[in-house]
């Protein structure tokens, strides 16, 4: 049997992509905020429903062009997640900012905002959270949190393209926030990412932080990065908006059709989205509880002895990666929920180009772990 992935790329018709690199080609501009970086910039903002939007040639450099742009004090603390990806610490150590790692809520595994309270010292400077597989924090609360002790809140969105909160986008809460365009992705850029931000004053800084810090020809204003998304990128973008809601309408029934039959599996539990969230439909991910007669490691193997590569997102967590866990503080954290579930989460093959007779076979392992190998995907 094929492989079936954890995702695929979402990718445009190769004409359309080419008649762009046509254009590109005849105006000899590649990179340095060409037309087609400027087009894309302006759709994304009402796509996301967000005043102002950065383009960066991946998230990673936007992340850490965010956490720069909110002048965090040097050796300060940022209370974040472990159950993430490892961008979002690193990005804080390479601010020379110390993470802090708080718990999880078990539904939505994103920070636990009730327990953020309780790590706030006098050198904390501010609030990293992230949308894992596209639930949204506790936005509201963190804010209060944020107001009470005069702290920035900065968003890791990598997962959350298109995501609302009551008809709001999701990259409008907090001071900044950041999304990926990985090829992972739902909507992508090949490789890219973008800051989102209310305060209009920031665009000039990020602006300038992403070049190198350079303001004109002989003026060099601040100690920058080269983050510049080229032309090519922009172009794979121009041509993914107009697609990446039809990836999600086949996401979504795909969602259905897992949620139907796997609802049914004592031993499956299907973390469910909050009230009035539009689902960015990035991930599927499942939860393999203790009375599930195999472990989520074991079940990851048998999948993948039959070609089909699910993902233990997110393990390890990053308070077992060797630059953090030797740390006493990390050492000391309470993070029971982060423990539990790095050992439960499993990401299922998600993407709109996924037959049902595969799915159907997934959810066939699913029911009947002790499969005997004998059955085949269509």
Request: net charge negative; proline share 4%.
């Amino acid at each position: 049997m094929d492989r079936i992935f954890v995702t695929q790329p979402l990718l445009p018709d190769i004409k359309d992509f080419v008649a762009h690199v046509e254009d590109i080609w005849h105006s000899k501009w590649l990179t340095n905020m060409g037309t087609k970086h400027n087009e894309l910039e302006t759709k994304l903002k009402n796509v996301l429903k967000v005043p102002n939007v950065s383009l960066f040639n991946n998230g990673t450099i936007a992340l850490l062009t965010a956490l720069k742009a909110m002048d965090l004090p040097y050796g300060s603390e940022v209370i974040t997640t472990p159950f993430t990806f490892a961008a979002t610490p690193h990005c804080i150590v390479w601010n020379n900012c110390k993470p802090v790692f708080c718990d999880i809520e078990p539904n939505t595994m994103t920070i636990d905002a009730d327990r953020i309270e309780d790590l706030i010292t006098p050198n904390t400077s501010a609030i990293l959270g992230v949308h894992v597989y596209g639930f949204p924090c506790n936005v509201e609360k963190i804010d209060k949190i944020a107001k009470k002790y005069n702290l920035k809140v900065i968003y890791d969105a990598a997962h959350a393209f298109s995501t609302e909160i009551n008809g709001k986008g999701i990259g409008t809460f907090g001071d900044i926030t950041m999304f990926s365009f990985h090829a992972t992705k739902l909507f992508n850029t090949i490789e890219g990412g973008c800051l989102t931000y209310n305060d209009e004053s920031l665009k000039r800084k990020i602006y300038n932080l992403r070049n190198f810090g350079i303001q004109s020809e002989e003026i060099v204003e601040d100690v920058g990065i080269n983050g510049k998304m080229n032309e090519f990128q922009a172009a794979m973008g121009l041509e993914n908006l107009k697609i990446y809601k039809e990836e999600q309408e086949k996401r979504a029934k795909i969602k259905a059709f897992y949620d139907e039959h796997l609802s049914k599996i004592k031993g499956i539990r299907i973390p469910k989205m909050p009230d009035g969230i539009t689902n960015s439909y990035q991930y599927y991910p499942i939860i393999i509880e203790d009375d599930y007669p195999i472990t989520r490691d074991e079940l990851y193997d048998r999948f993948k002895e039959q070609n089909i590569l699910t993902r233990k997102y997110f393990y390890p967590a990053c308070n077992d990666y060797d630059c953090y866990k030797n740390d006493l503080a990390v050492k000391l954290a309470d993070l029971s929920v982060v423990n539990d579930l790095k050992h439960k989460v499993l990401c299922l093959p998600f993407y709109g180009n996924l037959n049902f007779n595969k799915m159907d076979f997934i959810c066939n392992m699913l029911s009947n772990c002790h499969f005997t190998g004998d059955l085949k995907c269509q």
